[in-house]
């Protein structure tokens, strides 16, 4: 079967940095996405990796290994408003995305 | 209206009730999905469309149906609503090429009593 694996809640600091990790098994692999939920509100997009190596953009970065399959989002500087589930999905061999459960990452002062 | 909109924001039906949540962009996409987000779970895929006039099953399909007459609109219907299709539905839509990022309405919340 098809497992994207998350974990369920995580807790950092304000200002501090954060590493969400997401390993995955899927019949086959045409990229990675992350997206970031805010309770009640609906998904919207991250980051995309589909080669092996890091992606930066602004304060969030997405490393990618295939070997591995492996995915960990890097958030910097967090601030309170990155309060969110942070969600990760593969695109499959049948070009459908495949969802993790998300992480819960809550930021303390 | 800009992106993704979905009707209605909330509903309570009762079992055995047909219903039909509504989902319209403005992006001109060609694809469109709909997904159930129930907790502890990920998104789950129950229908989509490549492009108007065709649909495809996802993951979850049994007890729902859809239709896309016009590449705009992609409404999808419970013919006979069970308790355990409470969840908060989401409408997403896709351009196509690389990377296709799907782009999400904003939710309908359904609750089945």
């Not at chain 1, 990790?21 to 045409?30: A, D, E, K, V």
Request: net charge neutral.
């Amino acid at each position: 079967g098809q497992n994207i694996d998350q974990p369920t809640e995580m807790t950092a600091t304000e200002g501090a940095i954060v590493q969400i990790n997401c390993t995955y098994q899927t019949s086959g692999f045409n990229g990675l996405f992350w997206y970031q939920q805010h309770a009640g509100e609906a998904p919207t997009f991250l980051s995309y990796n589909v080669l092996d190596g890091l992606e930066e953009k602004g304060r969030f970065s997405s490393f990618l290994s295939r070997s591995k399959g492996y995915s960990y989002l890097l958030l910097k500087e967090l601030q309170m408003k990155d309060s969110a589930s942070y969600l990760c999905a593969v695109r499959d061999s049948n070009y459908q995305l495949i969802w993790g459960a998300g992480t819960k990452l809550i930021i303390k002062p | 209206i800009a992106g993704i909109t979905q009707a209605p924001t909330s509903q309570i039906l009762a079992a055995g009730r047909r219903m039909t949540l509504r989902c319209t962009q403005d992006m001109r996409h060609n694809a469109m999905y709909w997904y159930r987000q129930d907790l502890g779970l990920g998104l789950r895929l129950i229908h989509y469309s490549n492009t108007a006039g065709t649909t495809g099953k996802g993951e979850v399909p049994d007890g729902y149906s859809v239709s896309r007459a016009n590449t705009d609109d992609f409404p999808l219907t419970l013919a006979s609503a069970v308790p355990s299709q409470t969840s908060v539905y989401f409408c997403a839509s896709s351009e196509g090429g690389d990377p296709d990022t799907q782009y999400f309405g904003p939710g309908t919340r359904l609750t089945v009593l």
